[in-house]
């Protein structure tokens, strides 16, 4: 069976209540492919979960941005995997570069917390990545099998998770990683977890990009046979997201 094209957008620290529901309006009147093409995730702030959840059509899904690593309690600040479910939001995106670097989110917490999330039963969008300076060391596949390592190590059923291959230089610079280095880094990806969980897990799981994505390019990188979809960032607050996810019709005439 192939993999389900997977487009995710992620809002990041954006939106009033008036310019969300302006977002949700534009997303609910956007002709998309139908859900056994694409599965389509919107991810909101935290404030705006329930109001994206109750207004969003039914077709698409919501995710938060980020959740704690264990049970709620005395975490000033944080939201809990179990609130979420309680608030029945299906997906959970973690571990992105933003956290990683801004907040010193280190591997093996990011390995914790989708851990965590997943026993939850949430579902979860798991970011991984490399710095300019580490792509220009050569070793983008070593820091993006290790990201990865962190989280095998500490789960033992992939249904539920996708991963997001972003690499940190390309994120909101308007550099964009060519398709050819996008399917390099996925197809290296998915030979690791071939290797290192199974062959199952290798061929079943979505490794989707994320990095400029944009209405212009997103066709070219679809195209790529390890790409699986997209996390978009600034595009997904626009009108051309609903062009990024008719790009997974690239897959179904390929």
């Not at 056994?36 to 938060?64: G, I, M, N, Q, Y």
């Not at 059923?157 to 972003?166: F, G, I, K, P, Q």
């Not at 897990?201 to 989707?208: E, G, H, M, N």
């Not at 990024?244 to 690239?250: D, L, N, Q, Y």
């Amino acid at each position: 069976m192939g993999r389900k094209f997977f487009v995710g957008g992620n809002w990041k620290c954006n939106g009033t209540t008036e310019e969300v529901k302006k977002i949700v309006e534009t997303l609910n009147a956007g002709q998309v492919p139908s859900p056994d093409v694409v599965e389509v995730v919107v991810s909101p702030p935290f404030v705006f979960l329930p109001v994206v959840k109750s207004s969003l059509r039914p077709d698409f899904h919501v995710a938060a941005q980020n959740c704690w690593v264990k049970k709620g309690g005395a975490y000033t600040g944080e939201v809990s995997a179990e609130m979420l479910v309680n608030l029945d939001i299906p997906w959970v995106i973690l571990g992105h570069s933003e956290r990683r670097a801004l907040l010193g989110e280190s591997n093996e917490f990011v390995g914790e917390k989708v851990a965590y999330a997943l026993s939850k039963g949430l579902k979860v969008i798991a970011c991984i990545g490399e710095t300019l300076e580490q792509r220009e060391a050569g070793s983008t596949v070593d820091v993006v099998a290790t990201q990865t390592k962190a989280i095998a190590e500490r789960i033992s059923d992939w249904t539920n998770v996708v991963l997001a291959y972003e690499p940190v230089w390309a994120i909101g610079t308007g550099k964009v990683a060519t398709p050819a280095q996008a399917q390099e880094v996925h197809a290296e990806l998915r030979k690791w977890l071939h290797a290192n969980v199974s062959p199952e897990v290798a061929a079943s799981t979505r490794i989707i990009y994320g990095g400029s994505v944009s209405g212009a390019n997103c066709k070219e990188l679809a195209a790529n046979p390890d790409v699986d979809g997209f996390l978009v960032g600034g595009a997904s607050l626009k009108p051309e997201f609903i062009d990024i996810i008719k790009s997974a019709e690239v897959k179904k005439s390929a």
